[in-house]
């Protein structure tokens, strides 16, 4: 199974841009595919951004143009470059391996979008 530890979330102004990065350990990642989730205070968990071992790639449709999911299987490592940051993007974002039913997921990383 694989295990995911996601970091670089903060605060950012609206417009302004983060990177999230999801690392992850086991021998299954690059078979794997991964998610973002995110969760905002009061709402249902939802999907960001997938990708699958062939880096083929979905959106949500309110984040599309504006955040880019990727990964580096030789680093195991999945990314979410997320740019013109709106204040509803403000969430805890979750990295998730292996779908969401079974998969494992991390600990979370709060993006806060506010001036």
């Known amino acids: 199974q694989v295990q995911v530890v996601e970091s670089g979330g903060g605060l950012v102004q609206p417009g302004g841009s983060l990177r999230l990065s999801c690392a992850a350990s086991?021998?299954?990642?690059?078979?794997?595919?991964m998610g973002w989730y995110r969760q905002a205070p009061g709402k249902q968990r939802e999907l960001v951004a997938s990708i699958t071992s062939g880096s083929s790639t979905n959106y949500v449709d309110s984040v599309k143009g504006r955040f880019t999911i990727s990964r580096d299987n030789p680093k195991n490592t999945v990314y979410l470059q997320m740019n013109s940051l709106k204040p509803e993007d403000t969430a805890v974002y979750y990295c998730n391996a292996g779908g969401p039913k079974f998969g494992s997921w991390g600990q979370g990383t709060q993006v806060t979008v506010s001036s």
């Open positions: 086991g021998s299954f990642f690059n078979i794997a595919a």
